[in-house]
Structure formats: structure tokens, C-alpha cells
């Protein structure tokens, strides 16, 4: 089992930034495949960025440049940096981890665990 609170969020003009922190608590070993997604309202939940225990990351086109996902796995945590907010990055954001068939990807069937969710709104 593993749980997950998201932290972090709130309101920014375009062209601020936020780090959104996820804290982990494994019951057993610790996640291999690691992620951030969001959801914004009428739309379907999208990865952002994802990193692996060895330390790879992948991140979406859309903000790419801009976040930076990293974990301290001495203090059992996710993070999310986001630089340069646009209005459209505005979403609830989600902490996940998992990782079935051994695969890390941005799609939201692959990963077993969710936390509740951050909320970031960017104004213009």
C-alpha cells in the first residue's frame, strides 16, 4: 500500500511559480515509477512529468522548460517546480505512483496509487 498527499498549491499570476510537494508513506518499498498529472474542469486528466527511481524524467511538451519534477527519497517526498505559469496550466494537480508491467509512461492506467489533489489557479 502506499498513500499520498499532495501540498502546495494556490493562486498565481502568469508568470509566477509554485513547487507543489507530494508526501509518500509506503508500506513496503518505495515506489520505482513516479508522477505528476492534471486535470483542469471539462477535461480528461493529462501526465505532466514522471521519474523514475534511477532518476530519469520525462515531461509532457507542454512544460517542458518550465517544471522540474525531482524526489528526495530521504525525506519520502515528489516534487513539482513550475516556473513561468501560463493561464492554461491552471488544474488540479495530482501525485501518483506506480508503474504496472514495470513501465513508466504519462498514462494514467499505469500507475495504482493517487493522492487527492492540489488545486492551482493562474490568473491573468
Known amino acids: 500500500q502506499v498513500q499520498l498527499a499532495e501540498s502546495g498549491g494556490g493562486s498565481v499570476q502568469s508568470g509566477g511559480s509554485l513547487r507543489l510537494s507530494c508526501a509518500v508513506s509506503?508500506?513496503?518499498?518505495?515506489?520505482?515509477?513516479m508522477a505528476w498529472f492534471r486535470q483542469a474542469p471539462g477535461k480528461e486528466r493529462e501526465g505532466v512529468a514522471y521519474?523514475?527511481?534511477?532518476?530519469?524524467?520525462i515531461y509532457a511538451d507542454s512544460v517542458k522548460g518550465r517544471f522540474t519534477i525531482s524526489q528526495d527519497n530521504a525525506e519520502n517526498r515528489l516534487y513539482l517546480q513550475m516556473n513561468s505559469l501560463k493561464t492554461e496550466d491552471a488544474a488540479m494537480y495530482y501525485c501518483a505512483a506506480g508503474g504496472v508491467g514495470g513501465r513508466c509512461a504519462l498514462v494514467r492506467g499505469l500507475f495504482s496509487y493517487w493522492g487527492q489533489g492540489t488545486q492551482v489557479t493562474v490568473s491573468s
Open positions: 521519474i523514475t527511481d534511477r532518476g530519469t524524467s
Open positions: 509506503a508500506s513496503t518499498s518505495r515506489p520505482w515509477c
